[in-house]
């Protein structure tokens, strides 16, 4: 197993050393720049056409312009090129004990809050945390945790806080 990654960074850096010392046997600045800039450029990107146009004035000097709209691209990272975009499902909260619309937010004197659902159930959270944010009218899910407690899910906000059933 690890002579099969000496191999392969072995390989990695060889590539990429004999690539580079062709860029360096090039004696004109702009052209060894653009060896390296190919270098550096993943081959999708490289066949793009380029984004600006060089065009003369009437005083016959030219200036670049941009070829077209387009935003610039961040570059994806190495996992996203090998990948791809996989998009991986959102949980969905397993166990389902209670689910409704917030009918009134109450915040108790310990900073944390109490919910009223439209079913008449009243949740409150166990602990203060600062990151909830409840509104009248939220989705809420609650779902069954660990160890007997249960867990708050906000729809809008995608918070999930601890919380314990008062009625």
Same mark, same amino acid.
Request: proline share 4%; no cysteine.
């Given at each position: 197993m690890r002579s099969?990654?000496?191999?392969?960074?072995?390989?990695?850096l060889g590539a990429g050393a004999a690539s580079g010392d062709d860029c360096r046997?090039?004696?004109d600045d702009a052209d060894r720049l653009a060896c390296y800039d190919r270098l550096a450029t993943p081959e999708e990107e490289s066949t793009?056409? /380029?984004?600006?146009?060089v065009s003369a004035d009437a005083g016959?000097?030219?200036?670049? /312009?941009?070829?077209?709209e387009e935003a610039e691209v961040a570059r994806p990272?190495?996992?996203?090129?090998?990948?791809?975009a996989i998009k991986l499902p959102k949980p969905e909260p397993v166990n389902v004990v209670a689910s409704g619309k917030i009918v009134r937010v109450r915040?108790?004197?310990?900073?944390?809050?109490?919910?009223?659902?439209?079913?008449?159930?009243?949740?409150r959270e166990n602990e203060r945390e600062l990151r909830t944010n409840y509104r009248i009218g939220d989705m809420v899910v609650i779902s069954s945790g660990m160890l007997g407690t249960f867990n708050l899910d906000n729809e809008r906000s995608g918070q999930r806080t601890k919380a314990r059933k008062v009625r």
């Open positions: 099969g990654r000496v191999v392969l960074m072995t390989w990695m046997a090039i004696e793009a056409p /380029q984004a600006a146009a016959g000097e030219a200036r670049t /312009q941009a070829g077209t990272g190495p996992l996203r090129r090998v990948f791809g915040e108790l004197a310990r900073g944390n809050f109490e919910l009223e659902l439209d079913s008449g159930e009243v949740w």
